[in-house]
């Protein structure tokens, strides 16, 4: 960083073999945090789910920018928002540089900025025939989180552990950044799991003109989502569907399976205690002009649109 | 650009010689612009206050991104803005490399970046004792556009290319981005006005540690602003403290003062027609332990508390 806040703009300088990775994203109150949640949470909300798409580049995190839209200035609230934010920031090792503070409805816009060497960034268009379709950890558990906590009273089952699972997992997302680089010189295709399984590997199915298949009873799921929602089945489909995980979804070549694996060893006694890479599916090539997800209950085809509990899907 | 929108982040390349300039702005409605605003207006006003942040660096634009919150999807209204957007972003060669798109309360916030040459930045902290201090462009026509967009029955004396020009400079304030480029080796501090000449002078006195003297009677002033402002005094006044201007105030050297005036001649015919340099003050070594800016009228010393019409400084 040549100069961070308190000019017309920040300078930084990028090194020569490296690029630079950039993505923004809003959480609006009411839409994307309940009413309800802390300065705190939604400090910690929006920095880990916007640095979670740079994990899904491979990238390491470096500066981020800031627009905060407040319907007042109010001191307390702004203590706790920003001391939560530069705690969790600099968990990262990622610096404020700039931004922008308003007056109205509350807003929070992030744009993070990160590093990766030339030409190693992990994309969604190069997933490959033959490839195995892997995430980073259980799913379901953002929509899981989002039911609990906009229905409390609705979930006597849970037990605390559970419960602060829950919200930890809604607040504060671990954004896969160490799996993310660990991945760069294995995996083909990567996006992280923010709008649901279905929807998100589609993207990669797309970008990469394939088709990929998943096996539903490999997807990893926690017992606090299985608890919110009532059983298996309920679950898979939160795990399809409902987005806001930050997990990793990415294909690698049958060929680096014994990378992969060491990387599993390794991942079950990281720091990142909720990553736990599994096996769920396999990348196809495609059979028709159009990519498609098409996901297998014990070796059978599952018919999106026919299956109860799945009929939504079917759009 | 590596890759633009479409995956979870852009990846940009940034060339060996060059640094990176960085600038995040918000506009919400009802408070940067009024409801009324047009879709087309509102993309323009956003992007030109944002990129005037590039040209008070001496920054060429490169990319933007783009966060979009809408209370709802009304196709018009997107493509009305989109094609606004795309259009100002053309013109100065500004790509469109990510973002988000949410619903809330209309809000849009952009980061623009551009490229500076290694260490050759204009900053604020860099004016020196025997600067003198110039403006590119007449100042208080945002001040007055404002008062004329909120009442505009009250103005019957204004002609229609009054009008004309004052809705353009409020809704499409020209970035100085061919001056600021120009500046950069000559000039020594810059600043573009968006709160006012005062507050934004006072910026670079404390940044430099230096005292600034303004010559009231030097200020550049347009018909329109002073038809608005019903007379001299109170468009001053709207130079000083109203804001939105977007010209750059800048310090040199009196010994680069032919080139200056090169400069000067050559924005008479520039593409950039509102541009017409002004010295209007200079900066002298600072007296005390705290940066003061000082105005003169007619060689007098004002005092801005006693001053009918400028007690509001004061604080």
Redesign the interface.
């Known amino acids: 960083v040549?100069?961070g806040i308190?000019?017309?703009?920040?300078?930084?300088?990028?090194e020569?073999y490296r690029?630079?990775?950039?993505?923004?994203?809003?959480?609006?109150?009411?839409?994307?945090f309940p009413d309800s949640a802390l300065p705190s949470q939604i400090a910690t909300r929006s920095f880990c789910t916007c640095l979670s798409?740079?994990a899904?580049?491979g990238?390491s995190p470096q500066w981020f920018?800031?627009?905060l839209?407040l319907p007042e200035a109010n001191r307390e609230w702004v203590s706790e928002f920003s001391d939560a934010l530069f705690a969790i920031a600099g968990e990262f090792e990622c610096d404020l540089?700039?931004?922008?503070t308003?007056?109205?409805?509350l807003?929070i816009?992030l744009?993070v900025h990160?590093f990766?060497e030339?030409?190693k960034?992990l994309?969604?268009?190069a997933a490959q025939a033959g490839d195995l379709v892997l995430v980073s950890g259980p799913l379901g558990d953002g929509k899981a989180a989002l039911e609990f906590l906009l229905n409390q009273d609705s979930f006597p089952m849970l037990d605390s552990s559970q419960l602060a699972y829950l919200v930890e997992r809604f607040y504060r997302p671990e954004p896969q950044i160490e799996i993310g680089r660990r991945l760069l010189n294995c995996a083909n295709a990567a996006?992280?799991l923010s709008d649901g399984l279905l929807a998100d590997v589609q993207h990669i199915a797309d970008?990469s003109k394939v088709d990929v298949e998943i096996d539903l009873d490999e997807i990893p799921l926690s017992d606090a989502c299985l608890s919110v929602a009532g059983g298996n089945r309920q679950a898979i489909h939160y795990a399809l569907s409902g987005g806001d995980d930050y997990h990793l979804a990415f294909t690698v070549s049958p060929h680096r399976l014994s990378m992969i694996k060491d990387l599993i060893k390794e991942t079950q006694s990281s720091r990142e205690t909720l990553a736990k890479l599994s096996v769920i599916g396999r990348v196809v090539a495609t059979s028709s002009g159009s990519p498609s997800v098409r996901c297998f209950e014990k070796g059978n085809l599952i018919s999106m649109s026919d299956q109860k509990g799945y009929q939504h899907f079917a759009s």
């Open positions: 040549v100069k308190g000019d017309d703009c920040a300078i930084v300088e990028v020569r690029q630079l990775v950039m993505s923004m994203d809003t959480l609006v109150a009411g839409r994307h798409d740079l899904a580049m990238a920018t800031l627009a839209t540089i700039g931004g922008d308003t007056q109205g409805p807003t816009t744009q990160g990766v030339k030409e960034a994309t969604r268009d996006i992280d970008a």
